[in-house]
């Protein structure tokens, strides 16, 4: 028994070890740049569908579209203005008139329900001649100002028209005898401008038939421009311009952008390419007058008036000379 005893007591009870906790391994979260190539992968599956698409729609809008429409043609406030200032009541007429239209369509439609209304039976409706007869002056009142109105706006952008060419034409410059460069905007008041444009053969013609009626051009302030627009030589071949040649004539600078007006013009009058034309310009820079040939000095010189007499910004004192405004 002490055998026992002592063999118990010498004997340590064994510890029971806690078992370690089992770490389980994550991932590490993906960085911005791997997400972001990790969903462009995915995305790129796509891609070959989109851009097919895409293209197939730009193939049927290149095959439905042969020209790209042309943009509307835009004035500016001082065009505008002017145009207001030279047709001041054309703004009330064109009120007026659209007006009145809206109004005619408008007893129009009633008159067309009325007519119809009654023709389907309606027993309180009007009486069906009646309707009828509404139902046409309606339509001839509304035909009648809507043709009013649409005279007027195409007055109006005509007249904007012609204004915007004479702004772009007052914008171009020459040279003056003595080597100052001025533009046809800093002549207004002062000279008529007389712009021909041709060939040098044309231009020379017109510089030789201008001298036979030199001095009384000058006395009406009548400023000759000859510009070479066709062939390869510009202005080369034309006569000197000589001091005594100040206030008769100029040379034009950037002739390339008289080419371009000229061009412009020739194509919405319709002149063949080859022909030589001029535009003569009033005191105030408006086009009084305009043709193809040699201009008419002889008639300029007789029924211009003199610079230094009535004449020039006042309407009705600058002659009659095929005035077009």
Known sequence: ?????????????RARVAPAPRRVARAAPLSSRAAHSRNG??????????SLSRSRAAVVRAAGEDKPPLPKETFSNATKMRSEAQAPF?????????????????????????????????????PLDQSLQNLGINLGCALFFGYLYKRDADGRDKQMARISREERLSNLKCE?????????????GFSRVVVAAGDAAYCAAAIEAANATRDPLVERGVLLVPVVVEGDVFNETLPPILEEDRRFRAAPVSVDKYRRWFDEQKNEAKVPAGKGVYVGLRMDGRVRSSGVGVPPWERFA??????????GVMDGFDGRVGVDT
Request: aromatic share 10%; proline share 7%; charged share 10%.
């Open 90 to 126: 054309r703004v009330a007429r064109m009120f007026l008139f659209g007006a009145f239209g809206a109004n005619a369509t408008l007893g129009f439609g009633i008159a067309v329900l009325q007519a119809v209304t009654k023709a389907l039976g309606a027993p309180n409706g009007p």
């Open 1 to 13: 028994m002490f055998a026992t005893m002592s063999t118990s007591a010498t004997v340590a009870p």
């Open 176 to 188: 003056l005898a003595g080597g100052k460069v001025v533009s046809l905007y800093d002549l207004r």
């Open 302 to 311: 007789a029924e211009l008036p003199p610079t230094d007499s009535w004449g």
């Open 41 to 50: 992968a995915s995305r790129l599956a796509w891609t070959p569908r989109l």
